[in-house]
């Protein structure tokens, strides 16, 4: 048992720790290249409006006002100054007016008419054109396709990215064995702790067997010659109870650990006997049984141990049903035997269901243990669900209190 709980307890851990780096680094990644992008695509917008065409002599665009007529202008920021921007005007017929390669040797006039010819036929204003912002503006006499390279601006980022995903890989990796090597330590100590009790619980319970039947056989034989008292009525009394603790105890132990064969079981029969065994108890209590079950569905499994298993349901309901009917449904959903018990009942609050399969758990901690029940019977029920690979859970809603076990049919 601890041992799956140590490996839920790691993959909790690891799980939510990549979780978390997956998505601080989403975030981070995110908001950076946006920032970027958008720092870029500003500095563009700018260059747009600082762009001007330079055209012959007689027919000259008027630059922006207070701006000389050379060239395009530079805005005075560092950032837009180490920037590389490219621009491409059209005229009404389609045809490259002026080519601005930012006097760089990256891109030649003809690659850039022929990008720019590409972002015009997209029909978009703004966008990316590989590692190219673009804006497309519309003027009187021409278009104007003005890019940006954002190569530089971005490489550190993409190098962020390469190597976050490394080295936070790595680290992942590595923190994955140093969990796994502290779960180890931490719950070894319990596991041993866990080992050692129910190995003590067995070993006195079959150390109990012998003293409690030779209680009975000598209470027995002494009421054959005393006849009828009342300390030896007590006494015989209270031993029964004993005797049936210690079977629970050892019920529990074989439900644990002992090694059971496993063969083929009829589980739809296995349901159906345990009903119809238990059906004069429930009508002497003034409940019957209303049963679905599947027939034909069959388990890997022990036979004993399963019949065990709906047994404690069915007393459980018999027990604490406040209505008189008990629902009992068997189905085969999918590639699992679905066992449902539902009887009408008190609310249990969702605090107590977490431990309702604990040893010696009860929700009433007013109740004794009158009828030989000490809160095993659950805690039976699951160890025998999880030794045959299944699940046991309990819901209420509406007044009635269900229990569910799924049980995979192999």
Not at 364 to 376: F, I, K, M, P, T
Request: aromatic residues 6%; proline residues 3%; hydrophobic residues 40%.
């Amino acid at each position: 048992m601890f041992s799956k709980s140590r490996r839920k307890i790691v993959l909790a851990i690891m799980g939510s720790l990549i979780l978390l780096f997956s998505v601080t680094l989403s975030v981070i990644l995110f908001a950076s290249f946006r920032e970027v992008r958008q720092e870029n695509m500003n500095m563009l917008k700018r260059h747009v409006e600082l762009y001007y065409l330079e055209k012959n002599s007689e027919n000259r665009e008027a630059p922006p006002a207070g701006q000389p007529s050379e060239k395009p202008p530079l805005d005075r920021k560092r950032d837009y100054q180490l920037s590389t921007f490219y621009s491409v005007a059209f005229g009404e017929d389609g045809a490259a007016l002026a080519v601005d390669n930012g006097e760089k040797d990256v891109y030649s006039e003809d690659e850039l008419v022929g990008i720019a010819t590409e972002i015009l036929d997209g029909n978009r204003k703004t966008g990316r054109h590989g590692s190219l912002t673009y804006i497309v503006s519309r003027r009187p006499d021409y278009t104007l396709v003005a890019m940006m390279d954002n190569t530089v601006s971005e490489s550190g980022l993409n190098t962020l990215l390469r190597n976050v995903l490394l080295i936070g890989g790595a680290a992942m990796i590595a923190m994955f064995f140093v969990s796994l090597f502290i779960a180890n330590r931490i719950i070894r100590p319990l596991e041993e702790n866990d080992r050692k009790q129910k190995q003590f619980i067995s070993d006195a319970s079959h150390e109990l067997k012998t003293p409690v039947a030779v209680i009975d056989t000598n209470a027995e034989l002494l009421s054959r010659e005393i006849g009828e008292n009342e300390w030896l009525s007590n006494i015989r009394y209270e031993n029964e109870r004993m005797g049936g603790l210690v079977k629970q105890l050892l019920d529990l132990s074989r439900a644990e650990n002992a090694e059971t064969p496993m063969e083929q079981v009829d589980f739809s029969r296995a349901v159906t006997g345990e009903t119809l065994a238990l059906e004069m108890l429930a009508f002497d209590q003034g409940k019957t049984f209303r049963c679905d079950i599947e027939e034909g569905i069959l388990l890997t499994g022990s036979k004993t141990q399963l019949t065990q298993l709906v047994s404690v349901l069915l007393d459980n309901a018999i027990r604490h049903a406040t209505g008189g009917e008990i629902d009992v449904a068997l189905k085969r959903q999918g590639h699992a035997a679905v066992l449902h018990v539902i009887n009408d009942g008190d609310a249990i609050p969702p605090d107590k269901q977490e431990h309702l399969f604990d040893r010696f758990y009860r929700v009433d901690e007013a109740r004794n243990s009158e009828g030989q029940h000490y809160g095993l019977g659950l805690s039976i029920a699951k160890a025998i669900t999880e030794k045959h690979g299944g699940s046991i859970g309990v819901s209420c809603h509406d007044g009635r209190v269900q229990f569910t076990v799924s049980i995979p049919i192999k």
